[in-house]
Nanobody, 115 residues
Framework: QVQLVESGGGLVQPGGSLRLSCAAS????????MGWYRQAPGNPRELVVL???????NYAHSVKGRFTISRENAKNTVYLQMNSLKLEDTGVYYC?????????WGQGTQVTVSS
């Protein structure tokens, strides 16, 4: 079993920044991807970014150049630095850890971009 604990959400004005963190604990295999999805009201959950155990990244087009993911393998932790936030970045951000056999999810953290 894997547990994911997210932190760092909140309210920010357009153009502002936030940093999300996600720490994984439990029975974690050595080869896995971690990252973030988000869900806005009335919309399906969508990929924000994933990072592999080797450091390869896959960003959604809408966040490229504004969001940066980083990973501390020794701590099983990922960080998402979000800059130049837009109104449309509002939503619940879910941390995920993905192995060859299972996908694990955090409870989600709210990010609200509003003036």
């Amino acid at each position: 079993q894997v547990q994911l604990v997210e932190s760092g959400g909140g309210l920010v004005q357009p153009g502002g920044s936030l940093r999300l963190s996600c720490a994984a604990s439990g029975s974690i295999l050595s080869n896995y991807s971690m990252g973030w999805y988000r869900q806005a009201p009335g919309n399906p959950r969508e990929l924000v970014v994933l990072i592999s155990s080797g450091g390869s990244t896959n960003y959604a087009h809408s966040v490229k150049g504004r969001f940066t993911i980083s990973r501390e393998n020794a701590k099983n932790t990922v960080y998402l630095q979000m800059n130049s936030l837009k109104l449309e970045d509002t939503g619940v951000y879910y941390c995920t850890l993905q192995t060859w056999s299972m996908d694990y999810w955090g409870q989600g953290t709210q990010v609200t971009v509003s003036s």
